[in-house]
């Protein structure tokens, strides 16, 4: 508790006081974060968080919640419309989680736009922005990670070590702040929602996950905050992301099950681009993550494919 005085060192009658007069404080910002009318709230600490979480508890509200690292696009907008149909109350989180980026990836150009990302959630209907510092979330000595065996080890986790680790972590944390009843994932990010689905029946943790359809351009190419780095000619290229996916269910509905001429003809379609560069292409079970020689049942294909600089990822399910 570095800069802060330990509590011993405090007068058992004066800490009653301080403990009384922060708890005062606390339902005073309760109060104040209190819905009771239609304006979106913005909390940006955990106590407050966790208080008007207490509250809501207690008068017996829902909350549907939505993780996201914010530059909000229409896809995160459909999660938060979603959660919206089937909760009270909807907590949307923006925070770009600093222990999910790797060493060279740049978190500090990670796109940030929080007076834009406030008026898309309002006009979403998002009742509670929670927008918490790194410091709060990771303060000084933070030593607990949240590790899922397996399944991380694969697809983007390959290029990608630690990654997962540093969502399961963060995902769990907010998890235990906002104590949703549901909790709202995109299948843009396949992996990301087996992971989390593991990680809360792993943990007996109390949440209905639900996962969303992908929102895409009307070129196909998925939504994403990382699009914004792409340059115009990028922009198009990228295009082919989703068009190497819909020309192997294509093949796939055609009869073709061997996953290996499938993978192939994508690799194929891609190398044409130029500015593209293939990380991974791979089918596996949308269950176990794990690769599939010949295709029954339902499958995934997903990929990740640098365009230029940036680094893209994109699935789809199909069942034969
Ligand atoms: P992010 O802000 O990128 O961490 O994403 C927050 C949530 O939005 C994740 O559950 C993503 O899977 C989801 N998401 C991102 N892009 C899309 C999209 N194009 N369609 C649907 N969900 C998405």
Do not use: W
Request: proline share 4%; aromatic share 6%.
């Amino acid at each position: 508790m570095r800069g802060r005085k330990a509590p011993e060192a405090i007068p058992k009658v004066a800490r009653n006081a301080a403990t009384k007069q922060s708890k005062k404080r606390l339902l005073r910002f309760a109060r104040n974060d209190a819905l009771e009318n239609d304006n979106m709230k913005i909390i940006d600490t955990i106590p407050r968080m966790s208080t008007l979480v207490k509250m809501l508890k207690k008068e017996g509200k829902s909350i549907g919640f939505v993780p996201t690292m914010g530059y909000l696009h229409e896809g995160h907008l459909s999660l938060f419309k979603t959660a919206k149909k089937h909760t009270d109350l909807v907590v949307v989180s923006i925070f770009v989680n600093p222990i999910q980026f790797g060493p060279k990836e740049d978190i500090d150009k990670y796109p940030r736009d929080f007076k834009r990302d406030e008026e898309l959630s309002r006009s979403a209907g998002v009742d509670v922005i929670f927008y918490p510092s790194e410091k709060d979330m990771y303060p000084e000595n933070y030593k607990t990670f949240v590790f899922v065996e397996g399944l991380t080890e694969t697809l983007c986790g390959i290029s990608r070590p630690g990654h997962f680790k540093g969502v399961t972590t963060v995902v769990a944390k907010l998890f235990n702040i906002v104590r949703p009843d549901m909790a709202y994932f995109g299948q843009k990010d396949a992996q990301q929602a087996v992971i989390i689905k593991k990680m809360v029946k792993d943990l007996n943790m109390d949440i209905d996950v639900k996962v969303l359809g992908i929102v895409r351009e009307k070129d196909g190419l998925a939504m994403s905050s990382r699009n914004v780095y792409l340059s115009p000619d990028e922009r198009k290229d990228a295009a082919i992301l989703y068009k190497s996916l819909t020309k192997a269910e294509s093949l796939i509905k055609a009869g073709e099950r061997e996953t290996k001429k499938i993978t192939k003809m994508m690799e194929e379609t891609i190398q044409k681009t130029p500015t593209a560069k293939i990380d991974y292409i791979s089918i596996v079970d949308t269950g176990n993550l794990k690769d599939v020689n010949v295709i029954s049942g339902e499958i995934l294909i997903a990929l990740a494919v640098f365009i230029g600089k940036t680094r893209l990822i994109d699935n789809i399910i199909v069942k034969v």
